[in-house]
T-cell receptor, first 114, second 115 residues
């Protein structure tokens, strides 16, 4: 049974710092992994999608990596800004021919200190 | 291009009532999935529809049901509401073929409060 873990649950860093958020999963047979941000009371905004055959994806100041063999993905945020404050979630999707569900981590609540 | 639209955004119901939530996916997206988000359990998968067929279902009681129409719009229904059904219900759509799963795009959610 797939389990997705995000540690730490909360993180506070000064503005301008580079930071890394972690996402671990127990079953490496994944189809893709997606990173989202969620602002309070809002829906999820897609940040990056990594297919199982890919190692990383980049968008602006964000870079996500995927290592299926170790069951890990990281989201790297460069030069953090107060507007980056939000909850960041990762989601793992299984292969289509498996009777498994998409599983979300519980998220890392990020606070960027001005 | 319009995003995923969910209605209503907020609603208050009492125990025992039923509720129907609606989701309009991004134009061209044929897959719609539903999720329940609570502070304690996080985001949990409810069900997924593709071309009007339920493709997958999460571990929720039969009180939770859904359907998808020919225009890909989807509804979910919760009958005999319980206090524990209070949550943010999120809908997501994706563009995908029968053998591929694409990027999920979420709506703003429907906040349900059960009194």
């Amino acid at each position: 049974k797939q389990e997705v873990t995000q540690i730490p649950a909360a993180l506070s860093v000064p503005e301008g710092e580079n930071l890394v958020l972690n996402c671990s999963f127990t079953d490496s047979a994944i189809y893709n992994l997606q990173w989202f941000r969620q602002d309070p009371g809002k829906g999820l905004t897609s940040l990056l999608l990594i297919q199982s055959s890919q190692r990383e994806q980049t968008s602006g100041r964000l870079n996500a990596s995927l290592d299926k063999s170790s069951g890990r993905s990281t989201l790297y945020i460069a030069a953090s800004q107060p507007g980056d404050s939000a909850t960041y979630l990762c989601a793992v999707r299984p292969y289509m021919n498996r009777d498994d569900k998409i599983i979300f981590g519980k998220g890392t609540r990020l606070h960027i200190l001005p | 291009k319009a995003g995923v639209t969910q209605t209503p955004r907020y609603l208050i119901k009492t125990r025992g009532q039923q509720v129907t939530l609606s989701c309009s996916p991004i134009s061209g997206h044929r897959s719609v999935s539903w999720y329940q988000q609570t502070p304690g359990q996080g985001l949990q998968f409810l069900f997924e529809y593709f071309s009007e067929t339920q493709r997958n279902k999460g571990n929720f009681p039969g009180r939770f049901s859904g359907r998808q129409f020919s225009n890909s719009r989807s509804e979910m229904n919760v009958s005999t509401l319980e206090l524990g059904d209070s949550a943010l219900y999120l809908c997501a759509s994706s563009y995908e073929g029968l053998a591929s799963a694409g990027e999920l795009f979420f709506g703003e959610g429907s906040r349900l409060t059960v009194l």
